[in-house]
Nanobody
Framework: QVQLVESGGELVQAGGSLRLSCAAS????????MGWFRRAPGKEREFVAA????????YYGDSVKGRFTIAEGSAKNTVYLQMNSLKPEDTAVYYC?????????????????????WGQGTQVTVSS
């Protein structure tokens, strides 16, 4: 089992930036994919970004393309989500997720069932 701990969420003004971190630990950390999802109040959880560790491929949800960047840390057990040009609609609890799998299909990365470990979430609030 992989344990995931998110950090970095806070209150920020629209147009600002934040960087979220996700630290992974566990008996054997061998995730094929690390990802970020978010859940806004009253909405379903939404795919934000994923990092395919072999090859370093990245995938993004349509609402964050061009503004958010997912990257693996040098320690290989940390993944970051750099969020720029934040909007009030980015307000949500952001969740880190890990999967033992990897896939050549974008659609797989947006499925919650693709991931087998989840963090507790970190709150991001963007004020207008």
């Amino acid at each position: 089992q992989v344990q995931l701990v998110e950090s970095g969420g806070e209150l920020v003004q629209a147009g600002g930036s934040l960087r979220l971190s996700c630290a992974a630990s566990g008996r054997t950390f061998s995730a094929g994919t690390m990802g970020w999802f978010r859940r806004a109040p009253g909405k379903e959880r939404e795919f934000v970004a994923a990092f395919r560790r072999i090859g370093g491929y990245t995938y993004y949800g349509d609402s964050v393309k061009g503004r958010f960047t997912i990257a693996e840390g040098s320690a290989k057990n940390t993944v970051y989500l750099q969020m720029n040009s934040l909007k009030p609609e980015d307000t949500a609890v952001y969740y880190c997720a890990a999967s033992r799998l990897e896939s050549p299909y974008y659609s797989d990365y947006g499925r919650e069932t693709f991931y087998d470990s989840w963090g507790q979430g970190t709150q991001v609030t963007v004020s207008s």
